[in-house]
């Protein structure tokens, strides 16, 4: 089941959490929420199972740009590992595409990467922490989203953002974002890690694509 709460209804489950790094993180996620005055607007999206809360996510939802941005995505503690992020990510899908939201936005850590990378996203950039920027039209379901990213592995304009965008993804690639060593390395591990789904250089051209994949021999196109 999916509710929708509000910073009182989070405060609650945050002092009832044991203590951890997915309690942590929901902490610092709510506290963010708070600050900005998103609750109102924006409530934190949860999953229920019977009467307990399994996990939570933080998006805004944009009528004018039809872009819905998911912020964070976090498992309760102790409920890890047992398919919970997956379902209550594929509960958001259908909820922003029932809001008719036409692309989807997210960065996403290099530690989360091989999880993201299981539910059909391409990425195009890095922001200043070393995140893998994904922006790409919202499909309603997650399998859905995969059969899509597989088609645009092949055609890589169909999911471009506008030009807008993409002339600021442009300045947003690896070599151009200054990030400490350690997090070079991380950020570089995560970029091979998605391997073919990085499309950041089909943000200037998506001619020839074809040609350019059969001639690749390490599966990193553009690197």
């Given at each position: ?46 999953l ?71 539910n ?49 993804l442009?300045?947003?690639?690896i ?8 997090q ?11 391997g ?28």
């Amino acid at each position: 089941m999916i509710k929708l709460l509000n910073e009182n209804d989070v405060s609650s489950l945050i002092q009832r959490a044991p203590s951890g790094e997915n309690t942590k993180f929901l902490k610092n996620a709510h506290n963010l929420w708070f600050r900005f005055k998103n609750y109102q607007r924006y409530p934190c999206i949860a999953l229920y199972k019977d009467s307990l809360c399994v996990a939570v996510i933080y998006a805004t939802f944009s009528d004018k740009t039809g872009y819905t941005n998911l912020y964070e995505i976090c498992t309760m503690q102790n409920m890890e590992r047992k398919g919970y992020a997956t379902e209550i990510w594929s509960e958001y899908l259908k909820i922003a595409y029932e809001r008719k939201m036409k692309r989807l936005k997210i960065s996403c850590t290099p530690e989360s990467i091989g999880w993201h990378k299981k539910n059909g996203l391409v990425f195009w950039g890095v922001d200043k922490q070393g995140s893998l920027k994904s922006d790409q039209p919202l499909k309603r379901t997650r399998e859905e989203q995969i059969r899509f990213r597989d088609k645009a592995v092949i055609d890589p304009g169909i999911a471009k953002p506008d030009e807008k965008v993409c002339e600021k993804l442009k300045n947003e690639q690896i070599e151009n974002v200054k990030l400490n060593p350690k997090q070079g390395v991380r950020t570089w591990n995560a970029i091979k890690n998605v391997g073919d789904y990085y499309l950041g250089r089909y943000l200037w051209t998506t001619e020839n694509y074809k040609i350019e994949k059969e001639g690749s021999s390490n599966g990193i196109i553009g690197l």
